[in-house]
């Protein structure tokens, strides 16, 4: 309720990529460093095709997310998961309403503006890695740092700070055919969490996973917004979902309904449970 002094930022300047801004920094991971929402979408409508072909994959969405929450997206296939996930991150153009990242309208940015926010404030996971195959997991990883002007020295330490976070410092010289789907994907991971992104959106991020190493990857998104991001991560399993503070369901690109995340057995109907 009180603002308790800190700025805000109204303004599209992405903060200086200082590598001393370390994550352990943060003096307590529950208070609430600004009252902007991290994530906020209004209306958001997305539509795909014409005439006969026309598919309506978003239908006037509004979600908001603060920092420290993290929302898990759940939906039958086609429902419009992934779609929300990209207009999210800046990858995707709304075909009516707003994305706002840290207050920032991402329809008013230019393509370098916008590509700055993407590489500075949002680190995203989508469903099928997207590694790049030339490249080791350490140089997977410090790659988005590598595009923000950091040093690749700092860079290369950086992301193995990541790769350790995730238990994964023995394959940093890996290259992504070398590893398993489940390590390929926990890298992809790190890389989305390098760099202190407030923004994270994982897309089905423990799909090839097994179900200790996916509780590992929910703990690190959980901790990262208990640091003070603000998560949404698309997911079929309602154990995973339990991790979040909410989940909301989509159906036809419209958000059907929205729960506490306090164990998603109480969303369930009743029979579904047994
Ligand atoms: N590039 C595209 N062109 C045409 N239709 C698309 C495109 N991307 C997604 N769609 C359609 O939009 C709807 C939502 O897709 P998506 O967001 O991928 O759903 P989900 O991730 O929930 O499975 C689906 O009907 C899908 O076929
Ligand atoms: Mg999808």
Redesign the pocket.
Known sequence: MADTGRHHTDAPAPPAPASSARREETPSGTEKPDSTPILELRSLT?V??SGV?T????RGINLTVGAGELVA?M????????????LAGGL?TATSGQVLVEGVDLGSLSRAELARVRRNRVGYVF?DYNLIPALTAVENVSLPRELDGVSSRAARREALAALEEIGLVEVADRFPDEMSGGQQQRVAIARALVGDRRLVLA?EPTGALDSETGETVLALLRSRCDAGAAGVM?THEPRFAAWADRVIF?RD?SVVDEAAGSGPESLLPTEAVR
Request: charged share 15%; proline share 4%; hydrophobic share 35%.
């Open positions: 997305r795909h095709g072909a598919v309506h994959a978003l997206v939906g039958p296939s086609g429902s419009g998961k992934s779609t929300l996930l990209t995707d469903q897309d698309v989509l690109g």
